[in-house]
């Protein structure tokens, strides 16, 4: 049996964030990416974009990271070529000129708690479950704080939605913020025992592909296989979301996951469409002035939010060019 992945990589200590500048401006034979989780039915997309750009000539290898910040690390020190993220916080404070290329996915997720809590305002003070340190489940909850003029007790993180769910069933969580798919899963089958707070809309990113620029530059071409890839990839998946389980290879990563998850693909893209999820023209700028605003309400970002440039954190070449 293929192993389900290349390599994971679970680091007790986050990587320096000072960058390898040789690693970051050398031509790549083989491109690295570094994923923040383990392969998921969330990923099956992503896995179907880099089977479509491996048929075009793109040579890649990835590597799992226990969470979205030793990911952007990763790539902070030149470890790693291209990861998953939203790394505005590490772009703004670090002196590497990290852009993102293509929004994966928004910040739809969901406060989900036991029947103890009917509104946002009664999390003051209480523990509240997310994904990772720095990522958008923090954003979401800082935004929180703000908005409903709150303070969260302990923060507590486990990285993927699923996870959280588990843990929110078993009794060792009494609130925690989730993703579209796992949040309509528990009230399907858990409606009588938990609740789903009233909750603002947000359309910022939540899971990102950056890389440094100078890298990016240098390899130019396998960048653009990679983005064109994604978008073809995104915009069929708007239009007919049952395209992601007929094309996801069956002896790849997705492939070997577990049967009922499997077989729960179709449904898990199409209800992310219908909520979504996912935008078909790779958020662009659309999607960049949304994270500087909501990054910026997320305390993510310093500084007012007029004198933030776009450009200091998108690199738009290759998804223009592969809009045209």
Known sequence: MVKLVKRIIAMAAALPLAVGLSAAVAQADTIRIALAETPSDELAAFFVALDRAKANGLDYEWTAFSDEELAIQAVLSGQMDIGFGTPYAAMQRSKAPVRIIFQLSKLKFFPVTTK????LEDLDGEPILLHSRGGGTDSIANVIEDKAGITFGERSYVPGSANRVVALVAGQADATIIDLSNK???????????NVLPMFDVEASDEALFANLDWIKANEEQVQIFVNALLSVWQEMNADPMAIKRETNPDGPIGQLPKEILDSLDNFYAEAVEGGLYDANGGGRKAAMADLEWYSNAGQLQGDMSTLKVEDFWYMAPLDAAMN
């Open 116 to 119: 103890k809590y009917s509104k």
């Open 184 to 194: 309509n899963k528990v009230m399907r089958q858990h409606a009588d025992k938990f």
